[in-house]
């Protein structure tokens, strides 16, 4: 059976860094686009940032650009989430992600499967 589990959130300060963790099981994690969404208190799911299965790529939200960094080690079957210089409007639960098609694909919300979150809330 197909398992995304997340580890690595919790609550920081702002300008902060933090590394979140997805580790996959039940499919073939080298042939899939892993990526990360978060969702805010009272508001949708958004995409954050996906690695390629394929080719070393890799593609983020506006927000994230320049402070997160995606990595992905197929040999661990796990995606990572690398952030820095955190900010309160960061403050999300985060979702690991794993979509069939290629990264703009799982940036517009075509996912397989998902995680069950992990809880990032950064302070002012």
């Known amino acids: 059976q197909v398992q995304l589990v997340e580890s690595g959130g919790g609550l920081v300060q702002a300008g902060d860094s933090l590394r979140l963790a997805c580790t996959a099981s039940?499919?073939?994690?080298?042939?899939?686009?892993m990526g990360w969404f978060r969702q805010a208190p009272g508001k949708g799911r958004e995409f954050v940032a996906a690695?390629?299965?394929?080719?070393?790529?890799?593609y983020y939200s506006p927000s994230a650009k320049g402070r997160f960094t995606i990595s992905r080690v197929n040999a661990e079957n796990t995606v990572y989430l690398q952030m820095s210089g955190l900010k309160p409007e960061d403050t999300a639960v985060y979702y690991c992600?794993?979509?069939?098609?290629?990264?703009?694909?799982?940036?517009?919300?075509?996912?397989?499967?998902w995680g069950q979150g992990t809880q990032v809330t950064v302070s002012s």
């Open positions: 690695a390629a299965w394929r080719v070393p790529g890799t």
């Open positions: 039940g499919f073939i994690f080298s042939s899939y686009t």
């Open positions: 992600a794993a979509g069939g098609g290629g990264i703009s694909s799982l940036a517009r919300g075509s996912v397989d499967y």
